[in-house]
């Protein structure tokens, strides 16, 4: 057997060019779990998401790919990783001829996850892709066309969306037990000192509307069950010498068909957690709307909306396993993830626009 700096050294020309990845929705049937790679090993896949596969049911961890070599005794520690499952940015291709690995995250900066999503779905893998999808509309569109090239699937790590009174609220948008909506507020951000690198970077697509800010935008579509026709939007900088490159705080309006209309606003600089809803006959709320900890909140009725006490990575990743083990619809997909992107692109053009009222 190899060992770890052999595969840190490797380059990433071992798959011969002639060597087509067999779908793997095709090897999974006599599988009990699936085995998950992360794509980059920061803090959200140190914090996050490798404890919450330590509670799925249906995947588990079984490969890193990371630029930092010190990571890995680390994790093989932790996780019981193989030396065989070990890759790095340079070799990660060689995954396709690894069948302890099914499925790849990628958990990368936004502005990476177009050049990593395409190479695991060209290795024959499926795709789980932190949100928000990419840093462009171009570059989502290209990480679909790559999955449905090679077979395989494409989920978005929306976790909200497998939240269970996320959920609710999402029936509750076909169901109107509270009337015709009217309006809905949605924000969330934190306040930054110091922060991560990354994230102040335009190239890595940092800034708050890019990390925090598809929350909201995301949560008024869900929220609603419809796509806004038209969107206003302005940036606020409160502390230039951190964001030169990058907005700090957002806001953005967001007109839905039938009069319904959505403010929202992300930070950087100010803590907000909160999606409240008005509608003709009574309201509702969840505060906080997208915390780890757990989502809670009420209605005009009396109804208590508890936290339902399940982690939601591992809520989240469990459902896309189920897609793909019994091969059905992904519950966000890649297209949900472009939607998104077209709306940002359109808030970022607004805002350099003095807030002028932009089409969808």
Request: hydrophobic share 35%.
């Amino acid at each position: 057997m190899q060992d770890r700096r052999t595969f840190i050294k490797k380059s990433g020309l071992f798959v011969a060019a002639t060597t087509l990845p067999i779908p793997n929705f095709l090897l999974h049937k006599n599988k009990e779990k699936l085995g998950v790679a992360l794509v980059g090993l920061g803090n959200y896949s140190t914090g996050q998401l490798a404890p919450a596969l330590q509670e799925t049911d249906y995947c588990e961890l079984r490969g890193i790919v990371t630029g930092s070599p010190e990571k890995i005794p680390v994790w093989q520690k932790k996780y019981g990783i193989k030396d065989q499952n070990v890759y790095n940015y340079e070799n990660m291709d060689e995954i396709a001829n690894n069948d302890d690995i099914d499925v790849i995250y990628i958990v990368v900066p936004t502005g990476l996850h177009a050049k990593y999503a395409i190479k695991a779905a060209n290795a024959g893998k499926h795709v789980w892709c932190e949100k928000p999808m990419a840093k462009t509309s171009e570059e989502c569109q290209q990480i679909i066309e790559a999955c449905n090239k090679n077979g395989v699937k494409l989920s978005i790590g929306y976790r909200m969306q497998h939240e269970k009174n996320t959920q609710t609220l999402m029936k509750w948008a076909e169901t109107k037990p509270f009337g015709k909506m009217k309006n809905l507020k949605a924000e969330a951000g934190y306040y930054g000192d110091p922060m991560n690198p990354w994230k102040l970077e335009k190239e890595m697509g940092g800034g708050a509307m890019y990390d925090m800010g598809v929350y909201p935008l995301n949560a008024a579509r869900y929220t609603t069950g419809l796509e806004p026709i038209s969107v206003s939007a302005k940036h606020i900088i409160n502390r230039p010498e951190i964001f030169d490159e990058v907005d700090e705080t957002t806001v953005f309006d967001l007109e839905f068909p039938n009069g319904i209309t959505a403010n929202c606003r992300t930070s950087f600089g100010e803590s907000m957690n909160n999606l409240e809803v008005d509608c003709k006959d009574g309201w509702y709320y969840l505060r906080p709307f997208q915390s780890y900890s757990g989502v809670k909140g009420k209605a005009s009725d009396g109804t208590v909306l508890a936290p339902f006490g399940k982690n939601q990575q591992a809520v989240q990743m469990d459902d896309d396993a189920l897609a793909i083990i019994n091969d059905k619809k992904v519950m966000v997909p890649g297209e949900d993830g472009l939607k998104d992107i077209i709306i940002l692109e359109k808030i970022y053009e607004s805002a350099s626009k003095n807030g002028e009222r932009l089409s969808l």
